[in-house]
């Protein structure tokens, strides 16, 4: 069975503080999908990022990176300097080679104080 | 290149009546997904299809839900004889494949009066 688990219900960081989400996932397959999308207060679902399970190279994106390490299942996402405009829900998922579904975890909603 | 388009945004219902959420996926993309967000909850998968197949329903309830995707025309969610448990926020998403990244739509958000 698959699962992803994002153990951080809720994080608050100051304005211009780097904070790191942490994604832990769970499956058999070894080909797989990971991804990041963010759901900011207007409720939309805005995709990040996707990550192919044969690939483990860390990816920098503006203030965004994201470490995959299969190690540990884990792929964790950080924002540097965060701003105001971070705060929403964030939610990793996985999918398998069939595609069809994606297993979202229970996100994690960051609020980011001015 | 317009995004995945639902609609309503909005809907309201009262108990027992059936509500009908509509979802055009991105241009070129053919597998569309259907989600249901609970307050304070992630998602839930419910039902993957193409063009005219259901690929894949495991998540859908047995009773008063269905879902299609006709050769022509948006995607439909239909739920029959709503109940308050109904009440949730619906996202569609569309891909081009089935392995790459979904785009997701503004949501719907049911209330059941």
């Known amino acids: 069975a698959q699962k992803v688990t994002q153990a951080q219900t809720e994080i608050s960081v100051v304005e211009k503080e780097d904070v790191t989400l942490d994604c832990v996932y769970e499956?058999?397959?070894?080909?797989?999908?990971l991804f990041w999308y963010k759901q900011p207060p207007s409720g939309e679902l805005v995709f990040l990022i996707r990550?192919?399970?044969?690939?483990?190279q860390n990816e920098i994106s503006g203030r965004y990176s994201w470490n995959f390490q299969k190690s540990t299942s884990s792929f964790n996402f950080t924002i540097t300097a965060s701003q105001v405009v971070d705060s929403a829900v964030y939610f990793c998922?996985?999918?398998?080679?069939?595609?069809?579904?994606?297993?979202f975890g229970t996100g994690t909603s960051l609020t980011v104080i001015p | 290149n317009a995004g995945v388009m639902q609609n309503p945004r909005h809907l309201v219902r009262r108990r027992g009546q059936e509500a009908r959420l509509r979802c055009s996926p991105m241009?070129?993309?053919?597998?569309v997904y259907w989600y249901r967000q609970l307050p304070e909850e992630g998602l839930k998968f419910m039902v993957y299809?193409?063009?005219?197949?259901?690929?894949?329903e495991s998540g859908m309830p047995k009773e008063r839900f269905s879902a299609e995707f006709p050769k022509e025309g948006p995607s439909i969610l239909r739920i029959q004889q709503v109940v308050r448990g109904d009440s949730a926020a619906y996202f569609c998403?569309?891909?081009?494949?089935?392995?790459?990244?979904?785009?997701f739509g503004q949501g719907t958000r049911l209330t059941v009066v």
């Open positions: 998922a996985l999918s398998l080679n069939t595609g069809n579904q994606f297993y």
């Open positions: 990550r192919n399970s044969f690939d483990e």
């Open positions: 241009k070129g993309h053919s597998h």
């Open positions: 299809l193409q063009k005219e197949n259901i690929i894949d």
């Open positions: 499956t058999r397959d070894t080909t797989y999908y």
């Open positions: 998403a569309s891909s081009q494949i089935p392995t790459a990244e979904a785009f």
